[in-house]
C-alpha cells in the first residue's frame, strides 16, 4: 500500500524538503551517479542541471539546492531514502498533489546515462561509462523497477544543445 500524502510530507521533510519540492526527489538518482566515482565533474555538473530543467524538477530556489548537493555529497543514506521516496511518489494516484509518472521515472533513468556517459569514463579511456556509474545506474533502475528500455542517445537531444 503506498504512502499516504500526509506520510510523504513526512518523508520529504527527513531529506530537508518541502511538499511543493516534491519533483525535486527526481534529482537525486542523476547526482548519485555524477558522485558514484568520488567526485563530480563539471560536464556531469553541467548536464544534471540541464535535465533537472528540462523535467522541471526545480521550483523557485531550488537550483540552489542541487548545486549544493553537486558540491556537498549527500550521503548513502540520503540517496537510498530519497530512491525509495521517489517509488513512492510513482504509487500515487495520479490526481494527487505528490504524484510522479512512469514516463518521468524513465526519463530520469535515461538520463543517468547521459551524465555517466558526460564523465567520459576513466580518463576518457575504456569506455564512456565507468564501471561505478553503470552499478549506480543498474541500482537505481531496479530500485524504481524501471526497465532502461529508453537509452540517453534516444533523448539525449532533448537535454543537450
Same mark, same amino acid.
Not at 35 to 52: F, N, P, R, T, Y
Not at 123 to 137: K, M, S, V, W
Given at each position: 500500500? @503506498?504512502?499516504?500524502?500526509? =506520510?510523504?510530507?513526512?518523508? /520529504?521533510? =527527513?531529506?530537508?524538503? &518541502? *511538499? !511543493?519540492?516534491? +519533483?525535486?526527489?527526481?534529482?537525486? *538518482?542523476?547526482? #548519485?551517479?555524477?558522485?558514484?566515482?568520488?567526485?563530480?565533474?563539471?560536464? !556531469?555538473?553541467? /548536464?544534471?542541471? =540541464?535535465?533537472? #530543467?528540462?523535467?522541471?524538477?526545480?521550483? !523557485?530556489?531550488?537550483?540552489?539546492?542541487? &548545486? &549544493?548537493?553537486?558540491?556537498?555529497? @549527500? %550521503? @548513502?543514506?540520503?540517496?537510498?531514502?530519497? +530512491?525509495?521516496?521517489?517509488?513512492?511518489?510513482? /504509487?500515487?494516484? *495520479?490526481?494527487? *498533489?505528490?504524484?510522479?509518472?512512469?514516463?518521468?521515472?524513465?526519463?530520469?533513468?535515461?538520463?543517468?546515462?547521459?551524465?555517466?556517459?558526460?564523465?567520459?569514463?576513466?580518463?576518457?579511456?575504456?569506455? $564512456?561509462?565507468?564501471? !561505478?556509474? $553503470?552499478?549506480?545506474?543498474? &541500482?537505481?533502475?531496479?530500485?524504481? $523497477?524501471?526497465?532502461?528500455?529508453?537509452?540517453? %542517445?534516444?533523448? $539525449? #537531444?532533448?537535454?543537450?544543445?
Amino acid at each position: 500500500m @503506498p504512502l499516504t500524502q500526509a =506520510q510523504l510530507v513526512e518523508e /520529504l521533510a =527527513q531529506l530537508g524538503l &518541502k *511538499p !511543493e519540492q516534491h +519533483r525535486l526527489v527526481a534529482a537525486l *538518482p542523476l547526482l #548519485h551517479v555524477a558522485w558514484s566515482d568520488g567526485s563530480v565533474q563539471a560536464s !556531469e555538473a553541467k /548536464l544534471v542541471l =540541464q535535465i533537472a #530543467h528540462q523535467l522541471q524538477l526545480l521550483g !523557485e530556489g531550488d537550483e540552489e539546492i542541487v &548545486k &549544493k548537493w553537486l558540491v556537498d555529497e @549527500p %550521503s @548513502p543514506f540520503f540517496f537510498h531514502r530519497g +530512491r525509495k521516496i521517489l517509488g513512492e511518489l510513482f /504509487l500515487q494516484d *495520479p490526481s494527487e *498533489p505528490m504524484a510522479v509518472d512512469a514516463e518521468l521515472l524513465r526519463d530520469v533513468v535515461a538520463c543517468c546515462e547521459g551524465v555517466a556517459d558526460s564523465a567520459g569514463g576513466v580518463f576518457g579511456l575504456f569506455g $564512456r561509462i565507468a564501471n !561505478e556509474e $553503470r552499478e549506480a545506474i543498474e &541500482k537505481i533502475a531496479g530500485a524504481l $523497477r524501471v526497465e532502461q528500455a529508453l537509452s540517453w %542517445s534516444a533523448i $539525449r #537531444h532533448r537535454f543537450v544543445d
